[in-house]
């Protein structure tokens, strides 16, 4: 198991502590797993890391650092659409799929101390699994991340520093801290890692359901979730276990849109935009480092991209509290994204939907 750098095709060990290749590219992982069946699962472990025969871990390090992430239910919320409650999490979020295995990569490598840039939820969970291994921890948020999050990453021991600008600026400031002072650079869009975690959300729908449905709406900014989802959806079909692709429902709001711009004009890489303000703070992404990966997945599979409506996504969020459901903005918008998509496309049945954040964490 390497590092393969996507640029130049440069190979690196997976105990490198460089966050990308020397020319610029980003690693993606020389990893083939087992080809996925279910009798390869073991059913006594109640977590994602019962699918650990398919995950690149290098040890047992996974052991002393799950939380008891994964294993959320699917529920219906009505004749056309399941829920696949990803919020029922250590933190609140999805991200903690993607976490646990690249914290437990860390901890199998003798991190000390990382850092991590997010909207929130990645770096509540980097957050809760570094300090669950006893690694140190900084996390830089953009002005505007909301506070319960700030207040959520500080309860677990981590330096929470708030950036003022852009999602993207806080990027570029944390990515200059590691590189200035050699920290590990843990985040989630940089490192594969994280996408063999979040490549088990596709895995528990097929184990849950006994296969996929027809539809699966996601949301993308970075594209933590999609990518994973993707390589999930690959490996399904190598294995010869689904002979049809879902359609995929790629999201993203109106004000921040560079991918859904990039898909309607034939593109290969994201659009140049100026982001504007929007309720859905975790996809607010104006620069997504994989957006070529993203697009070419795009391209193979046939996915459609479709607009949360921004002045939607506070009615999304009404409907599925009216039924039960309490989720944060982002999510949210993932609902008023399936709703203008059968406003645009029909009726769309048997339809799964992501609900990646729990509502108190952007009560704001």
């Not at 130049?8 to 992982?29: F, H, I, N, P, Y």
């Not at 050699?182 to 097929?206: D, I, Q, R, S, W």
């Not at 989720?327 to 339809?351: I, K, Q, V």
């Amino acid at each position: 198991m390497e590092y393969v750098c996507t640029k130049c095709g440069k190979r690196e060990s997976v105990t490198t502590r460089a966050a990308k290749c020397a020319c610029g590219g980003l690693w993606k992982l020389d990893f083939t797993p087992p080809e996925f069946d279910l009798d390869g699962i073991d059913r006594n472990q109640w977590s994602m890391f019962r699918y650990r025969r398919f995950l690149a871990l290098r040890d047992e390090s996974w052991r002393g650092i799950t939380l008891g992430e994964g294993m959320t239910p699917i529920v219906r919320l009505d004749g056309n659409v399941l829920l696949k409650m990803d919020y029922f999490m250590p933190t609140l979020s999805f991200k903690d799929r993607g976490a646990a295995v690249l914290i437990a990569h860390c901890k199998s490598i003798g991190v000390e101390k990382v850092v991590q840039d997010s909207s929130g939820n990645a770096g509540n969970s980097v957050a809760a699994y570094c300090a669950r291994a006893g690694i140190g921890c900084e996390i830089f948020v953009p002005e505007g991340t909301s506070p319960k999050k700030i207040d959520m990453i500080r309860a677990h021991g981590a330096t929470c520093t708030v950036v003022p600008g852009t999602r993207d600026h806080c990027a570029d400031v944390c990515r200059e801290k590691a590189e200035r002072e050699g920290l590990y650079y843990a985040n989630h869009v940089y490192n594969p890692f994280f996408y063999e975690g979040t490549k088990t959300y596709l895995y528990e729908v097929y184990e849950q359901l006994g296969r996929l449905p027809r539809n699966l709406v996601i949301p993308v900014g970075n594209g933590t979730l999609f990518l994973g989802v993707m390589r999930a959806l690959d490996e399904l079909i190598a294995a010869g276990l689904v002979d049809k692709a879902p359609q995929i429902i790629a999201l993203q709001t109106e004000t921040c849109d560079p991918l859904l711009r990039a898909w309607e004009r034939g593109g290969t890489a994201p659009a140049e935009i100026e982001p504007r303000p929007t309720m859905a703070e975790g996809i607010a992404i104006g620069k997504p480092m994989r957006g070529g990966e993203i697009l070419a997945y795009a391209r193979k599979y046939g996915v459609r991209f479709v607009h949360a409506p921004e002045d939607k996504i506070l009615r999304a969020r009404e409907m599925l509290a009216q039924k039960g459901v309490y989720c944060e903005h982002t999510t949210a918008a993932n609902y008023a994204a399936y709703l203008n998509y059968c406003r645009l496309y029909g009726d769309t049945p048997d339809t799964l939907i992501t609900m990646c954040g729990a509502g108190l964490k952007s009560d704001h």
